[in-house]
């Protein structure tokens, strides 16, 4: 067995990726297949201290967040191969719109130098929501925040999130369950119909 589909589930903090990707789990389980979702920061080492930093604050924590982010990812990288041969469908949650996270002048060079590095699949999926929305949703949740989890910077990274968007779908998530689910339909059926099996 071989993946059909390698999916990348991509968006502001409290947007909704996590669900967004289960949504997609679900669709290709109901089909009988066998779905991976991986999350970013994962629960490996790296991803553990990639959280634990964005957790904290200050640029040095910044530093050593985005240091083991990228090693976290890295190490979904090694294991993709292995995983297309046991799934036929891998969704990464978080992935190369990491480099929103930086400093506004460096953000486009950052994700155009990620973008010839790291191998990029066709299907790409951005969630978008306003910060608002976005800050209503985390405050349901028991996690720790986060050093990006507040209006200013929310409003800041997705203006740079949608000025990488070029090339990827958009979800607006700011509606109810049932509009953003037509939408995520629409997307994987459309997927579907125009890249078939392929794996990337």
Sequence with gaps: MRARRWIIVDGLDGS?????????????????????????????????????????????????????????????????????RSYETVVFVRYIMAAAYLPKRYAQKGYEIIAKVLPIPSRLLLIDIDPETAMKRMSTREDEEEMFENIPSLTREREKILLLSHGWKVLDNNQDEAASRIQLMRILEEWDVNLGDAAA
């Design 16 to 84: 909704g990726k996590s669900t967004i990707a289960h949504w997609i789990g679900e669709h290709y389980e109901s089909r009988g297949e066998k779905v991976l979702i991986q999350m970013h920061p994962s629960g490996r080492f790296t991803g553990r201290i990639a959280r634990r930093a964005l957790q904290s604050k200050g640029a040095a924590m910044f530093v050593v967040s985005t240091t083991f982010f990228i090693l976290d990812v890295l190490g979904s990288l090694i294991r993709l191969r292995r995983w297309r």
